[in-house]
């Protein structure tokens, strides 16, 4: 059985999915780590990421791969292990762009495939319900307003300490959205069949314990 969690950067995605793998018993992938770690390579290599074609001939060289370290996915750039380097705003923001090409995309979607043909999966991500995987048992839309997910983005960088400006961070999330949605291959989009879940007004804990209770209601 596999489950697709999709929905807008700072939807809070990556922490209810990780603890909703992990409460069923399933594998959790986060796809979004492996478009980081392909936007690291093209920035640790200096291509120009705005430049389709250099990106497309780059890809060919980059090999992602997945492993497991307590439970934690960790992300192996061509063998090296990339977890703590793609979470920079320079990461997320050449992660968007290169993502939209059709190179880069094509480099990944088997591999996602066929973890998932191989494990009971929790894929969350942009295109997991649309195109990766089409016949998940259960697809969820998790979103909450942009400015929501910048007020929960602006206060872990403050309690990380680290200096915020939560108009700017609000802006660079719509901007996103905006490349996200607006893209030509495997925009951000609810799948016809995708459950619709707002977070801005729930707590983790109750977007967990819904995603549970839908997992439960189609196992009955
Ligand atoms: O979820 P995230 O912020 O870690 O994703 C990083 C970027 O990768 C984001 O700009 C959207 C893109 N992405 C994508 O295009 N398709 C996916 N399945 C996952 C992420």
Known sequence: MNIAIDGPAGAGKSTIARRAA??????YVDTGAMYRAVALYMINNNIDFSDEEKVSLAVKNVNIDLCYENDEQQILLNGKNVNSLIRTPEVSATASKTSSYKAVRERLLDLQKDIAAKNSVLM???DIGTVVLPNAELKIFLTASSKVR???????LIERGEKADLSSIIKDIEKRDEQDRNRAIAPLKQADDAVLVDTSDMSIDEV??????????ISE
Do not use: A, T
């Open 22 to 27: 992990r409460e069923l018993g399933f594998l």
């Open 124 to 126: 969350d991500g942009r």
């Open 150 to 156: 910048g007020e929960r983005r602006y206060k872990e």
């Open 208 to 217: 967990v314990n819904r995603i549970i209770e839908l997992k439960n209601s």
